[in-house]
C-alpha cells in the first residue's frame, strides 16, 4: 500500500491541525494504522494508534488533544490536533501495519511556533 499524508505547516501555539493520510487501497484489514512522529536528533514515536478490533491508544503526551480517525471506506486517516504545543514540532508519518510489515509514508511536517 502507497501512504500519501499531507496538512502538515506552521501553526502558532494553541492553533490546530489536521493530518490527512491517503491510502492507494483500503485499510480495513490492516493490523493497525497509525500516526508516528520524529523530530530531528530524536527517536521516532507513536503518537496515535487504531488497530484492526477498533481499539485507539495515544501517546500520553497528546492525549485529550489530538484525536485519531479514518473515514467510512478506511482509505484516509486523519490526525485532528488541537491545542498544539512547539514540542509537538516534528515530522509526521502515517504507517500501516499488516503481519510483520509495516509501510509508512513520506511524512509531512507540523512546526509550531510564534
Known amino acids: 500500500v502507497d501512504l500519501l499524508e499531507s496538512g502538515g505547516g506552521l501553526v502558532q501555539p494553541g492553533g490546530s491541525l489536521r493530518l490527512s493520510c491517503a491510502a492507494s487501497r483500503s485499510l480495513r484489514n490492516f493490523d493497525a494504522v497509525a500516526w508516528y512522529r520524529q523530530d530531528t536528533g530524536e527517536a521516532r514515536e507513536m503518537v496515535a494508534l487504531i488497530s484492526k478490533g477498533g481499539d485507539i491508544v495515544f501517546a500520553d503526551s497528546v492525549k485529550d488533544r489530538f484525536t485519531i480517525f479514518m473515514n467510512n471506506a478506511k482509505d484516509m486517516l486523519y490526525l485532528q490536533m488541537n491545542n498544539l504545543k512547539p514540542e509537538d514540532t516534528a515530522l509526521y508519518y502515517c504507517?500501516?501495519?499488516?503481519?510483520?510489515?509495516?509501510?509508512w509514508g513520506q511524512g509531512t511536517q507540523v512546526t509550531v511556533s510564534s
Open positions: 504507517r500501516a501495519t499488516e503481519g510483520v510489515t509495516a509501510y
